[in-house]
């Protein structure tokens, strides 16, 4: 496929597109300028995508992109309020990216066929926990977890599926899913940034009185500060 030169991923969309499975019909969810999905189309990697977006504004702006770089037999804009207009014979993997938490459990909540043999890449800018133990609620398995540095902070990458019967968690799931201190930097920045904020959530709670709540989040707070002094032994 030729035409201009291709763009640059920043590294949130890079790692998202990195989980993306070969020959994937994509279904990008927020899609802002489309640049996930064009640069998909441009490498190879999916044979069609829905860059789907609540406004006119962006969508606009995609569209420019995807005439811009001529992929526009592969990759199509869709006006859609979360994936309430994607149907699942439409997109075997969706993307949602750039995103707060408690909004992409809302989004996936309303799409029960996600839970058909999708595959989910996700990508949230805050309220991780909260996504986290949803998707555990739910049946949904995170096999795959990746931390990434961008724009200055550190996320969370995540590849779910759902899956019959019940998977195991462990107590710091919520917090930190997948991530181990020995997966490089960006997971131990995640995870130490993690501890400080939960530590700030002990104080809260001493100073309000809640004595019980305190003592289980201590409890996490010292098993995660446990990982730390265990990679430096």
Same mark, same amino acid.
């Given at each position: 496929?030729?035409?201009?030169?291709?763009?640059?991923?920043?590294?949130?969309?890079?790692?998202?597109?990195?989980?993306?499975?070969?020959?994937?019909? *994509?279904?990008?969810?927020?899609?802002?300028?489309?640049?996930?999905?064009?640069?998909?189309?441009?490498?190879?990697?999916?044979?069609?995508?829905?860059?789907?977006?609540?406004?006119?504004?962006?969508?606009?702006?995609?569209?420019?992109?995807?005439h811009k770089y001529r992929v526009q037999e592969l990759v199509e804009t869709r006006l859609s309020d979360g994936l309430s207009a994607v149907s699942a014979q439409e997109a075997d993997t969706v993307v949602i990216a750039g995103m707060g938490g408690d909004l992409m459990v809302q989004i996936l909540s309303k799409a029960p066929w996600l839970k058909d043999g999708k595959?989910?890449? *996700?990508?949230?800018?805050?309220?991780?926990?909260?996504?986290?133990?949803?998707?555990?609620?739910?049946?949904?398995?995170?096999?795959?977890?990746?931390?990434?540095?961008?724009?200055?902070?550190?996320?969370?990458?995540?590849?779910?599926?759902? $899956?019959?019967?019940?998977?195991?968690?462990?107590?710091?799931?919520?917090?930190?899913? *997948?991530?181990?201190?020995?997966?490089?930097?960006?997971?131990?920045?995640?995870? *130490?940034?993690?501890?400080?904020?939960?530590?700030?959530?002990?104080?809260?709670?001493?100073?309000?009185?809640?004595?019980?709540?305190?003592?289980?989040?201590?409890?996490?707070?010292? $098993?995660?500060?446990?990982?730390?002094?265990?990679?430096?032994?």
């Amino acid at each position: 496929m030729n035409g201009r030169p291709l763009f640059q991923l920043s590294p949130r969309l890079a790692a998202c597109a990195r989980l993306v499975p070969q020959g994937a019909k *994509l279904a990008d969810i927020g899609t802002d300028h489309a640049y996930l999905p064009v640069w998909l189309a441009r490498r190879g990697t999916i044979t069609h995508a829905l860059a789907c977006d609540l406004r006119e504004g962006p969508l606009h702006r995609a569209q420019e992109n995807i005439h811009k770089y001529r992929v526009q037999e592969l990759v199509e804009t869709r006006l859609s309020d979360g994936l309430s207009a994607v149907s699942a014979q439409e997109a075997d993997t969706v993307v949602i990216a750039g995103m707060g938490g408690d909004l992409m459990v809302q989004i996936l909540s309303k799409a029960p066929w996600l839970k058909d043999g999708k595959t989910l890449i *996700l990508q949230c800018m805050t309220s991780a926990e909260g996504l986290r133990r949803w998707l555990l609620a739910e049946g949904y398995r995170v096999e795959k977890e990746n931390a990434v540095r961008s724009e200055g902070r550190v996320y969370s990458v995540m590849l779910v599926r759902w $899956q019959a019967g019940e998977w195991q968690a462990g107590p710091l799931f919520p917090f930190i899913g *997948l991530l181990g201190y020995e997966d490089g930097a960006e997971a131990r920045e995640y995870i *130490l940034r993690e501890i400080r904020h939960l530590e700030n959530c002990l104080k809260g709670r001493r100073a309000r009185g809640e004595e019980s709540m305190a003592k289980e989040l201590e409890e996490i707070v010292r $098993q995660l500060t446990s990982l730390t002094k265990e990679e430096a032994t």
